[in-house]
């Protein structure tokens, strides 16, 4: 969360507005991302990796995934994340002969929770024009497999682009590939 409490008068108001828009990384997200499920034998490398995996998004600012020993002998697994700030808004402006904007992107990290990436952009610099959507989705169809799409239009023409991925799953992961 962005500290509302450590600013005064209309920032105030605006870190109020902008946690209140924030979504938290969904329980399910963070769930799909763990190398273990409940139930499963202890075992301290799937802890570790899980923990390094949340840690490499970016909308996760921490991650912390440990076992606290039972009384019986059994462990209770504790997996504690914060989320990081994750919209962002560039503005680039040209005060050379009025103000014109030259750059405008709007970015999300973590769309709805849920871990997808959006943004929009328009780039305008003399004669050149850019403008477009890329979308990243960390999950397809609930597996591991990365869908990386963009689209829009240049002084060139349009441009379209998929790409697949499925990332070697940390230190244990035997296959990836790529399609593109």
């Not at 499963?40 to 840690?55: M, V």
């Not at 799409?149 to 998929?162: D, E, K, P, Q």
Request: with cysteine; charged share 25%.
């Amino acid at each position: 969360d962005l500290r509302a409490s450590e600013a005064s008068g209309a920032a105030r108001g605006f870190y109020r507005l902008a946690n209140a828009l924030h979504m938290k990384t969904r329980e399910s997200f963070i769930r799909s991302e763990l190398l273990f499920r409940e139930g499963d034998c202890y075992d301290a490398l799937l802890l570790s990796e899980s923990g390094r995996i949340l840690r490499s998004y970016p909308f996760i600012a921490r991650a912390d995934v440990f076992a606290v020993v039972q009384p019986d002998g059994s462990r209770h697994v504790v997996v504690d994340t914060q989320d990081e700030w994750t919209t962002r808004v560039d503005l680039g402006v040209n005060v050379d002969a009025g103000v014109h904007v030259e750059t405008l992107s709007l970015t999300e990290d973590d769309l709805a929770g849920r871990g997808i990436g959006a943004t929009l952009f328009y780039h305008q610099r003399q004669e050149r024009k850019d403008a477009g959507v890329r979308l990243d989705f960390p999950r397809v169809l609930g597996t591991r497999t990365n869908a990386l799409m963009s689209a829009g239009r240049t002084r060139v023409g349009t441009f379209r682009a998929v790409a697949f991925t499925y990332p070697f799953v940390g230190e244990l992961g035997h296959l990836a590939w790529r399609q593109t």
